[in-house]
């Protein structure tokens, strides 16, 4: 609740309720000498209602359903587009700088959610624990700097919104979404699912044929 408070009153990317609560947690957790182990297992308590408010997010979209199906060949076609030029743009730059090859199969797959990203990762010769971090940190900074981007960019459509949020920024970003409206998270959670989808299919062959 102070996170959001504080978002609220003074809007930054620094004061995004996710960024500001990672950082709590970790102060909290040095300061009190918890190891990560202590940590995983009431960690362990929250992460199993991740599933029911997965599923939750079909009550907005049901609800939603109207705005979707109107708008669902621009919808689509956004989506595999971001799909698409995520992967090539990071395949690129880290190949300019002359990245190991495993990190860039690795960080390539950062903007789907953690579990397919690993199971992915196995399949293209990335390492699942630096996979897990890029995509966990992509999160982070989409859900930090989204906002204040599509602002600028005058990007104010929920569905836009939603959409950049589910497929750049998966659950993060969808929480974000979450938090600016009801149409925003109903259609960030259905693109973040397809984002998966896609590139749980286009990664094994389009990352290797990129990084060779």
């Known amino acids: 609740m102070w996170s959001l408070f504080l978002n609220k009153r003074y809007s930054s990317p620094f004061t995004n309720p996710v960024f500001v609560s990672t950082l709590l947690i970790i102060f909290v957790l040095v300061c009190s ?50 799909s698409l030029v995520s992967i090539m743009v990071t395949v690129f730059l880290l190949k300019s700088l002359h990245l190991s090859s495993e990190i860039i199969r690795s960080m390539s797959l950062k903007t789907i959610t953690t579990p397919i990203a690993i199971e992915v990762a196995s399949i293209i010769h990335g390492d699942g624990i630096l996979t897990a971090i890029f995509v ?59 984002n998966g989808i896609f590139v749980s299919f286009l990664a094994p062959f389009v990352i290797p044929w990129l990084t060779k």
């Open 33 to 82: 000498n918890i190891h990560y182990t202590e940590y995983q297992i009431t960690k362990d308590v929250l992460a199993f209602f991740l599933g029911p408010a997965t599923v939750a997010l079909a009550i907005p979209l049901y609800q939603n359903r109207e705005v979707l199906f109107r708008n669902i060949i621009p919808s689509f076609a956004g989506l595999l587009a971001g």
């Open 136 to 194: 966990i940190l992509t999160g982070m900074v989409g859900a930090m700097t989204g906002p204040w981007i599509m602002n600028k960019m005058k990007i104010y459509h929920p569905l836009s919104r939603g959409l950049a949020f589910g497929t750049q920024a998966h659950g993060i970003g969808t929480a974000q979404a979450a938090a600016e409206g009801e149409l925003q998270a109903a259609i960030a959670g259905v693109a973040m699912g397809l």
